[in-house]
């Protein structure tokens, strides 16, 4: 259907090199978009690019960029626009969790952790929302939430602070942003098994106890998120606006 084409479109995905993002950043090549895929390891992005267009046949590209500053932020959106022209759609996909219980976290940890994880959501959304709103862009950007955006689960309180801050500041930047015909919404995964969590999968008796919770009987894989990111990518959620859809399996519904 044509209201869910990204044809024309040019979407950057942060993270896009691996896991969640990358699933999302192929769901969005095979709707039509060309995707900028942006990570620190140009290594990585290139395989992953190549290997996402060979799926998809679309034009992917990484960028490798280190968006821990401003000044970085804007000149990874700057290189897109230099080479593509514009950006239609931003996802802020990079992911990073230190597990520690919350009695020995340090300040170091904290930082690593909320700096990835909202920081420079923020600060990158910001970037491409200026570029937006400079060339009339009707845009969307998507931020990564997750169940700890509701919940509080042990040993990973800068994880769940920081994703309960996504949810909040997705509601807040979409309000701000709206006026300008940019969308800002978010995608919250219940429990994949990805890179970054692969330390609980790693124990039977997690594996039987998360099937346990999930009405759905499985857990997710990178592809189960590419139709969220792909409704909130284009035309169809035109009117969809500061929300987290939750695509975690019935998780939070159990």
């Known amino acids: 259907m044509d209201m869910f084409s990204l ?13 969640l993002s990358k699933g999302i950043a192929t ?60 950006i239609d759609i931003l996802v802020n996909g990079a992911g990073l969790n230190i597990r520690k219980p919350a009695i020995e976290y340090d300040e170091e940890s904290w930082d690593k952790v909320t700096d990835v994880q909202i920081k420079y959501v923020f600060f ?34 800068a994880y769940v602070a920081s994703k309960g801050g996504i949810r909040q500041i997705t509601m807040a930047m ?3 942003f709206a006026q300008y015909g940019i969308n800002v919404n978010a995608i919250g995964p219940g429990y994949f098994k990805t890179e970054m969590t692969k330390v609980l999968f790693e124990d039977p008796e997690i594996v039987k ?8 009987k499985k857990i997710g894989v990178p592809e189960d998120l590419a139709g969220a990111a792909i409704f909130l990518a284009s035309s169809a959620s035109d009117y969809v606006v500061g929300q987290t859809i939750y695509v975690d399996g019935g998780w939070l519904i159990n």
């Open 7 to 19: 044809k024309g479109k040019t979407a950057l995905v942060i993270g896009g090199s691996k896991g």
């Open 209 to 216: 106890g998360f099937l346990n919770r999930i009405p759905a």
């Open 27 to 86: 769901g969005l090549s095979t709707a039509g978009a060309d995707v900028v895929i942006s990570s620190r390891k140009q290594n990585e992005l290139d395989a992953a690019a190549k290997d996402i267009n060979s799926t998809t046949g679309g034009v992917v590209k990484g960028i490798a960029a280190d968006i821990t500053s401003v000044e970085a932020c804007q000149e990874l959106v700057e290189k897109v626009v230099a080479e593509f022209g514009h």
């Open 124 to 157: 990158m959304s910001q970037a491409v929302a200026r570029h937006m709103i400079a060339n009339n862009i009707k845009g969307k950007i998507i931020n990564i939430a997750s169940l700890n955006s509701e919940l509080g689960l042990k040993n990973i309180v």
């Open 174 to 176: 979409a309000n701000e």
